[in-house]
């Protein structure tokens, strides 16, 4: 669902092609390329990085990753570590198993805050989590998870070039989780619990009141409101959906039930 690469990605990715300013000489370190593998000997940082690079642009994960792996446990002083911890969860990431790469960009942020490209380090763990985004009838965990890093990522670098990225997706996670408590809520009108939904209700208009499930959250709290025989407190909810979201279809639904039953 979600493209793997980052907005512009040609132009910010800190590897050779297209490198961030800040990084692009740690690639002058070295000048030749050997074959993969594993090594019998401690190989120099800048050869196993320029292996790892060879072989990640070859779109060889597994090959690049190993080489970036010894990097970073043999060479943990070397200025190329930070980007070899980076670029192990790149890796994965690129293979989109967001599951193994969410530690590895965990690891590379906490060691390295200050990196230069700590904030790429952070967007991804964010959008890590955010490609694992659930269909809205399953746990949210993920989705909660995935709003977290991209606050936290806002809050730490909010000159960030994914800064306006971070921005649209934390209002596409508020958005999937004030659906889930629309989701909750319908299965208990279902049931015929209508107390136990209106906190879910509740949940939307207060935490996600912004987002374009409020309007629904407003009717339908209404509309169990009415079932309660509580008209009063529902048509106070009906006008200020009414006066608040006056574009919204939702809105119409109001305008019809309080001409239909004068609330």
């Not at 060889?60 to 010894?70: H, M, S």
């Not at 990225?165 to 208990?188: H, P, S, T």
Request: aromatic share 12%; charged share 25%; hydrophobic share 40%.
């Amino acid at each position: 669902m979600h493209s793997s690469r980052c907005p512009n990605d040609s132009r910010r990715w800190p590897l050779r092609r297209g490198l961030a300013p800040a990084v692009g000489l740690v690639l002058f370190l070295s000048g030749c390329s050997f074959l993969g593998g594993r090594p019998n000997t401690v190989a120099p940082a800048a050869k196993l990085y320029d292996d790892g690079e060879r072989l990640f642009f070859q779109e060889k994960y597994p090959q690049a990753r190993e080489q970036f792996q010894w990097l970073v446990e043999r060479h943990p002083e070397s200025d190329l570590a930070p980007l070899g911890q980076f670029l192990i969860g790149e890796t994965y990431f690129r293979e989109k198993n967001f599951e193994k790469a969410v530690p590895e960009f965990e690891s590379f942020v906490t060691i390295y805050p200050s990196n230069q490209i700590a904030d790429l380090g952070q967007y991804r763990l964010a959008r890590s989590y955010f490609d694992q985004m659930p269909t809205v009838e399953r746990d949210q965990k993920i989705t909660a998870q995935s709003l977290v890093e991209f606050q936290k990522l806002i809050r730490l670098y909010p000159e960030s070039r994914y800064a306006p990225d971070a921005i649209v997706k934390i209002e596409a996670c508020r958005l999937r989780l004030a659906q889930k408590e629309l989701w909750i809520a319908a299965f208990y009108i279902r049931q015929g619990k209508y107390e136990a939904a209106l906190p879910r209700f509740d949940a939307v208009i207060t935490t996600y009141g912004r987002t374009q499930a409020a309007p629904e959250a407003l009717y339908q709290k209404a509309d169990t409101l009415i079932r309660l025989g509580r008209t009063d407190e529902a048509a106070s909810l009906l006008k200020r959906l009414v006066d608040e979201f006056p574009a919204s279809e939702w809105t119409r639904r109001a305008r019809e039930r309080q001409a239909a039953r004068g609330v």
